[in-house]
């Protein structure tokens, strides 16, 4: 993990494979999140050894109308925001729509399989079919398009090369 006032050392934090990058003043939220991945790290790597066990499918909990799902996180294509409303877009069309922003959301998920491309996107790496860095924007398996922040091409790069590598 890298901890910097200056945001000019990313890159060779990416080349050097750190868990994280943070810029100080360091937000609470993100170094918890970044603490749970480094965990995870280690808890996969021990998973690993221990071949006889194979980890449950993580799964997000979520309440709508006093109604509690639990959701595959490999079934969320998307989560897109609008307000304070956030809409989780599953396989097969199906869509949730909750009461919780997307920092919510993606303190719950803590999965580095989710990427935050966009202020009001996420996207599940999993299901990208293609990055089109031109146009700025990422296509999935169901066709969909989601546009891609100019600054964070770079992590999308090096989070999908971790992806394929692993």
């Known amino acids: 993990m890298f901890a910097t006032t200056y945001h000019e050392y990313a890159v060779e934090a990416l080349r050097q494979r750190a868990f994280d990058y943070l810029l100080k003043p360091i937000d609470k939220d993100e170094l918890q999140a970044c ?4 965990l995870m790290h280690f808890y ?9 066990q194979t980890p449950a499918p993580r799964r997000l909990e979520i309440s709508t109308s006093g ?8 079934d969320i ?19 949730i729509t909750i009461s919780k922003n997307l920092k919510r959301i993606e303190a719950m998920l803590d999965d580095p399989t989710f990427f935050r491309v966009h202020n009001s996107q996420i996207v599940n790496l999993t299901r990208i079919h293609q990055c089109n860095y031109r146009l700025h924007q990422v296509t999935l398996d169901n066709g969909k398009e ?6 964070k091409r770079e992590q999308l790069r090096h989070q ?3 992806l394929m590598s692993s």
């Open 35 to 38: 603490s749970r991945r480094i």
């Open 44 to 52: 996969q790597n021990v998973s690993k050894s221990s071949a006889s």
């Open 67 to 74: 109604k509690r799902h639990f959701v595959k996180h490999e």
């Open 77 to 95: 294509m998307h989560i897109e925001a609008c307000g304070s409303y956030s809409t989780i877009f599953l396989g097969k069309g199906r869509r």
């Open 146 to 151: 989601i546009p891609l922040a100019v600054r």
């Open 160 to 162: 999908m090369q971790q």
